[in-house]
């Protein structure tokens, strides 16, 4: 799992440097068994750090998906371990490579604590003298039993965005998500926690976000998953649920601004 990619591993947890990108917190994530643990290349399953854009590219110039975050050596500052728990604090400013993707200066810090839950939380600081605004996700794959099995309960009264279906927005559910097929939305306008109820695992994960405006649920299903070398047919095994700032509720920072989205997930 190293591949020259460096880690700091504890008992409640691992994080790999590339990308601040959390892997394994106790049994609560999903990380692949075909991962590519490889400089310059997003890790499947864990915690992505999606910014500062999310999805494609928005101005069709070829830059990565989903932002250069999550492929960038991160600083590890603070690593404290007490009685089983960790926490972590970890740094990424801009250089020379992501002025050239984004001609924005910041300061993005991404502190973790693995312990009886988990809490991840990622602030921007605008440390130039122009405004900016960014795109940012915590893209957190929960490990489950079964996908086709599970129900995500928060949602039912938000409308959505349905990347499926053309980005067309969909007015709200009104019922708990049920998984029959491919999911791509992004919820719109929300500060609800989610809940995922797993019967095959027999638990129930609570999904809480402070700073967040927008959720949004994922998972490929088996056609989609089949073109995606590190994935397969292993597409069961996870839910993505992500605090996220997206599209119209994108993130806004005047001069010496900061803003933090912060996550928590814990067993019911």
């Known amino acids: 799992m190293t591949s020259g990619l460096e880690w700091v591993r ?11 990108h959390v892997t394994r917190a106790s049994d609560l994530l999903f990380l692949s068994s075909r991962a590519r643990f490889e400089p310059g290349q997003a890790i499947r399953g864990g915690i992505p750090v999606i910014f500062p854009w999310f999805g ?27 009685d089983g728990d960790l926490r972590l604090l970890l740094e990424l400013v801009e250089d020379a490579e992501t002025l050239a993707l984004w001609p924005h200066r910041f300061r993005a810090r991404l502190e973790a604590h693995f312990g009886a839950d988990l809490r991840v ?21 929960l490990a489950v039993g079964d996908v086709r099995q599970v129900e995500l309960r928060g949602l039912e009264k938000v409308r959505y965005v349905d990347k499926l279906q053309a980005f067309a927005e969909q007015p709200a559910a009104g019922a708990p998500l049920r998984f029959t097929g491919p999911v791509d939305r992004v919820y719109l306008d929300t500060a609800a926690a989610c809940e995922l109820v797993d019967p095959v695992l027999g ?66």
């Open 56 to 82: 494609d590219d928005p101005e069709r110039r070829g830059r990565g998906a989903h932002g250069f975050a999550r492929r960038k050596p991160w600083r590890l500052l603070e690593r404290e371990e007490r």
């Open 203 to 268: 638990r129930r994960l609570a999904i809480e976000k402070q700073g967040s405006r927008t959720t949004v649920v994922w998972n490929p299903w088996s056609e989609a998953a089949a073109r995606m070398a590190d994935l397969g047919d292993e597409w069961p095994r996870f839910a993505c649920v992500e605090s996220a700032n997206t599209g119209e509720h994108a993130v806004e920072l005047a001069p010496g601004a900061s803003h933090a989205l912060v996550v928590r997930v814990r067993k019911l």
């Open 10 to 20: 504890g008992a409640a947890g691992d994080t790999c440097l590339q990308g601040a």
């Open 121 to 141: 939380r990622f602030e921007v600081e605008n440390t130039g003298d122009a405004p900016l605004r960014y795109e940012e996700a915590l893209h957190t794959y």
